[in-house]
C-alpha cells in the first residue's frame, strides 16, 4: 500500500468515515507486516498508530486516534492486529546507532568433539561422512544435520566414549542420534551423549542450555535428558528443554506424547502436551504452556508473551553474540512480540523500540537498556 493512500485512510479512519471495505484494507495492511510486526496491546495501538502517522509525509504534527475500535472489529472476527514497524524504520531517530557495526544475526555453527578428544567444527565440514570412530560413521547431510549410523559387520568394538555438540553464541545446530532422535539445539548450549547412546537400559544425554527433541521410540531404552537438578524421562515424545545457567528455572515444554520430570531429591511431576514443568529452587511446578511462543526459536522467531526486557534480552544477546546492560530504570512490566531471527540486531532493537516502551544505546557490541 502506497502511503500516500494510507495516510488518506487514517484520516478517514480518524473521521469516521471509513467503509467497512476501508476499515477491511486497514487491517489487512497491519496483517501484511505480520512477521516484521508485533502483537500489542490495545493500549499500545494507539500510541504506535499516532507515530506511524506522523512519520507518514506531511503529518509531522498530525496525530491519529486509534483507539478500540480497530481492535475490537479485528477480535470479533479472530484477528491479531500487528503494526507495520518497517514503515518507520529508516526514519527513526530513537536508537542511536550511528558509525556503530552491524550486528547479524546468528547462523549454523558447532563444534562436535570425539570420545579421543578430537574436535571438528560442523559448519565447515563437507558434506558426506565426516569421521569414523568405533562402531559408528558420523556423516553431514546437504542440510547440515549431522547423522549418527552404527556400522554393521564389522569387528570393531562400539565405544562408550562420549561425544558432545556445542553451539557458541550466535550458533545453532541438528544432530539426529543413533536410534533416530533428531535434537535441534539452541545457542550457546551443548549436548552431551555416548556415541551408542545406551547406558545400561536407558538412552541419556546431557543438556546445557535449550534444545528441542523428537524422540524415537524405544519401550526397551528410555529416553533420559539430564540436566542441572533434574533428568527428563521419555518414551518416544516431542518436548523442549531451557536450561540455561543465566535463567532463573528450567523449563521443560511438552507438544507431544508425555514425560516425567524428576528432580535430585526424587520429586516427580508427569506433564501432558501444552503445558510445563518449571524447575525453580529445586521444586516443581506445572503450567500451561504456548508451545508456539516457546518453539518460534526452532522455527526462526522470537516470540514474547508478556515477558519483561530482561527475558527477552537474554534470549537476543545469546542469539546474537551481545552485552547487555541495564539503566536503573529499564521497564520491568511485559511485552508481547513477534520477530524473525533473521534480521540484524538493530532492526530487533528498532521493533523492540516501537512499543514505546523501551530504548536502547548500542556501543560496538554492548547495548544499554533504558526506559
Not at 124 to 132: D, L
Not at 239 to 258: C, H, I, K, M, Q
Not at 340 to 362: D, I, N, P, Y
Request: aromatic share 8%.
Amino acid at each position: 500500500m502506497e502511503k500516500e493512500h494510507l495516510r488518506e485512510l487514517f484520516k478517514k479512519y480518524k473521521a469516521g468515515t471509513c467503509t467497512e471495505e476501508e476499515k477491511a484494507l486497514l487491517e489487512a495492511w497491519y496483517l501484511q507486516y505480520n512477521e516484521q510486526g508485533l502483537d500489542i496491546s490495545s493500549k499500545k495501538i494507539k500510541a504506535i498508530g499516532e507515530r506511524i502517522f506522523r512519520e507518514l509525509p506531511g503529518n509531522e504534527h498530525a496525530f491519529i486516534k486509534i483507539g478500540l475500535q480497530l481492535a475490537a472489529a479485528a477480535a470479533a472476527i479472530g484477528i491479531a492486529i500487528t503494526i507495520a514497524l518497517n514503515i518507520f524504520f529508516s526514519a527513526s531517530e530513537e536508537l542511536k546507532m550511528s558509525n556503530t557495526p552491524k550486528i547479524l544475526p546468528g547462523k549454523n555453527t558447532a563444534l562436535l568433539t570425539l570420545a579421543n578428544g578430537q574436535q571438528i567444527g560442523l559448519d565447515t565440514a563437507s558434506n558426506g561422512n565426516i569421521v569414523r570412530q568405533q562402531g559408528f560413521a558420523i556423516t553431514k547431510a546437504a542440510n547440515g544435520l549431522i547423522i549418527y549410523k552404527s556400522i554393521h559387520g564389522t569387528d570393531e568394538p562400539t565405544t562408550t566414549g562420549m561425544n558432545a555438540i556445542a553451539t557458541p553464541k550466535g550458533g545453532q545446530w541438528q544432530v539426529k542420534l543413533p536410534d533416530g532422535t533428531t535434537v535441534r539445539i539452541n545457542s550457546a548450549s551443548s549436548l552431551q551423549y555416548r556415541a551408542n547412546l545406551i547406558n545400561g537400559r536407558y538412552r541419556e544425554v546431557y543438556l546445557k542450555g535449550e534444545a528441542y527433541f523428537e524422540v524415537a521410540k524405544d519401550r526397551n531404552h528410555p529416553f533420559i535428558v539430564k540436566t542441572a537438578g533434574q533428568q527428563i524421562e521419555v518414551l518416544g515424545t516431542h518436548f523442549n528443554v531451557n536450561a540455561y545457567p543465566d535463567e532463573p528455572d528450567t523449563r521443560t515444554t511438552l507438544a507431544e506424547g508425555s514425560v516425567k520430570v524428576t528432580t535430585v531429591s526424587g520429586n516427580s511431576r508427569t506433564i501432558s502436551p501444552g503445558h510445563q514443568a518449571i524447575l525453580t529452587n529445586g521444586n516443581i511446578t506445572v503450567d500451561q504452556a504456548d508451545t508456539d511462543d516457546i518453539l518460534a526459536w526452532t522455527k526462526g522467531s522470537f516470540h514474547f508473551h508478556d515477558e519483561n526486557i530482561r527475558e527477552i534480552m537474554r534470549q537476543v544477546a545469546r542469539w546474537y553474540d551481545i552485552e547487555v546492560i541495564y539503566n536503573a530504570n529499564a521497564p520491568q512490566h511485559g511485552l508481547n512480540g513477534r520477530i524473525s531471527r533473521s534480521k540484524e540486531l538493530s532492526q530487533v532493537l528498532q521493533a523492540l523500540e516501537a512499543t514505546g516502551s523501551v530504548h536502547f544505546k548500542q556501543e560496538g557490541r554492548r547495548i544499554t537498556v533504558m526506559q
